[in-house]
């Protein structure tokens, strides 16, 4: 009997002390719940700062899921804590959570010293394309079907805590380059002139994975060669998605200038997928350290162009010369009207004196908005000009210009026409370089088509004429036949209509024997020639090896010698093709 009464004693016990884990377990944890976050959906992003009076043992209780139910699966929804240092003293892992499938129990708790901290909760996913991944009734074990499970609270006993405004802001930077979260929704460069050896420090947070994440390089000036490209260096994990990494590193460089460029990727302005453990540092920057000196390139900012075609007004031709001795580096500013790749009103470009090779051009494709009108177009480009003598011009049309914009203004207005800087002033006198402003009397009135005169042929001898096939009219097919006994360098002149989609009046040489064509009128070959925009000329010289050549010519049935309409050519009598053998 005894011992059937102390078995019944045992069960009793046994009894209450499971009725005391149960009740303990549905009891709330001592204190008041100071934080609480809850109604999450996923994409959102959920921030609580609060004030830490005393040294406290914080209890945390909630819920957050794995991104599905396999062994390996990432956490998907998570939380962490950061100290005023932007330190984690506490976040959500494998190891402190209750894993059930795809749910995922938090109960934990920290020891926080007096000081103000942040509670972050993050439904963003392991990265941006996880949220698709739920199914449409939600029977997949996916974390995006278990919304309604999802909260956090934070308790401690009253008095030790409470809560606080922001506290970790960035702070206030003088970087000579920058990119925080809100600025990467678009790329952004920046040209840097250093002086002797010095060094670049790079750091802060970027996302790096093998599909569009953040691309930073370094590149040399005019050549594009990268030197630094941040795919080359270690980093650290920056919490969060896998993407979200931290760099901090010296980079070494040598005179010169360079272009820094930032291309973003994910984070466009915004955080596409779980944010980094500190996520208000998420800035990326460039600083000078060390010795040498580094300055960004702003040309318009430090002194007078090398050519100044700027403020100019209707119907103007502007030129320089520019004679360099050794090579020069150049930033070439232009602003001008299109409407279209083959519509330009106002446009510059430069081309090699005498030759005629066009060294560019300012296009519309090229170009970007100006500000203002959508006609209004701006182009930058750098350049290398070796040994030899150029010109510098820029022509404006009859309206719409500096001297009196009829549509809305562009951005600086007083930039329209074109400018060119040395990349590096210390370079100019190097390099012997020499500008000078070409100076033109004014053009007679155009003459009428029957009155035409003008060719730029004029001062050659005709004995060195092997084709001359000009002042061509509507509807010409013109095919002169060569034949060369040594090798020979001749001079090709064109002139004809082009854009750079089409070509209408152009000619061509194909070798005879091989029916290959040997050389081409093209828009790229081709430079301004005065009048129409479509109007183009080029006078290239090449090396023609012995053999029989045959020149074409073909115009189509508007524009030509026989009528120019109300624009002419500089010279229009050279309608057409002509080749001479070159000066020996």
Known sequence: MQNKGLRRFQLLLLLIVVVLIIWR???????????????????????????????????????????????????????????????????????????????????????????????????????????????????????????????????????????????????????????????????????????????????????????????????????????????????EQGGGSQVNHWLDTEIELTGGVYEIAFHPGRHEGRWSENPPWRPEDFVFTMN????????????????????????????????????VEDSLDIILYAMGEMTSSNQRYDWG???????????????????????????????KAILRLGPGSYVASFRTDGSHSYQSFNRSRPNNPERWGMAIFPLDPDQVEAAGVSVERIERAEPAPAPEPDQLVGSSLEDIDGSRFLVRSTRLGNNADVTSDFTLTDSTRVVIAALGEITSTTQYDYGWIENVATGERIWE?????????????????????????????????????????EGYGSDFPDHPEDWGIAIFRADS
Not at 300 to 323: K, M, N, T, Y
Not at 538 to 557: C, K, Q
């Open 25 to 235: 377990m549905s009891a709330s944890p001592s204190g008041s719940g100071f934080v609480s976050i809850e109604n999450v959906e996923k994409r959102d992003f959920e921030t609580r700062h609060f004030e830490v009076y005393e040294p406290v043992m914080v209890t945390i209780d909630g819920e957050v899921s794995f991104e599905d139910d396999r062994a390996r699966a990432d956490l998907a929804v998570v939380s962490w804590i950061l100290n005023e240092e932007g330190n984690v003293v506490w976040r959500t892992d494998s190891d402190n959570v209750h894993r059930e499938g795809v749910r995922a129990t938090v109960a934990d708790s920290v020891r926080l010293d007096p000081g103000e901290y942040s509670l972050y909760y993050s439904a963003l996913g392991p990265d941006r394309y996880s949220y698709r991944g739920g199914s449409a009734f939600g029977l997949k074990p996916h974390w995006t079907n278990y919304e309604e499970f999802w909260y956090l609270d934070l308790i401690a006993p009253e008095k030790t805590v409470g809560l606080s405004g922001p506290f970790r802001q960035a702070a206030a930077s003088n970087a000579l380059f920058e990119m925080g979260l809100s600025e990467r929704r678009s790329s952004k460069r920046m040209m840097i002139h250093v002086s002797g050896l010095a060094s670049l420090n790079a750091s802060g947070g970027f996302t790096r994975c093998t599909v569009d994440c953040d691309e930073i390089t370094i590149k040399e000036i005019p050549d594009g060669i990268v030197i630094w490209s941040v795919d080359n260096e270690e980093a």
């Open 288 to 323: 000078p350290s060390g010795t040498g000196s580094i300055r960004p390139v702003d040309p318009w900012a430090f002194g007078q162009p090398l050519v100044d075609h700027l403020g100019l007004g209707d119907s103007e031709l502007a030129e320089s010369r520019i004679v």
């Open 521 to 561: 009128m093209t828009w790229d070959r081709t430079s301004p020639a005065g009048g129409d925009d479509s109007y183009r000329s080029v006078r290239e010289e090449i090396m023609l090896a012995p053999g029989s050549y045959r020149s074409r010519f073909r115009t189509d049935g508007s524009i030509s010698f």
């Open 349 to 379: 470009w430069i081309e090699r004196e005498g030759g005629g090779e066009l060294i560019w051009e300012m296009t519309y494709d090229e170009s970007s908005p100006a500000g203002g009108d959508s006609d209004n177009r701006a182009a």
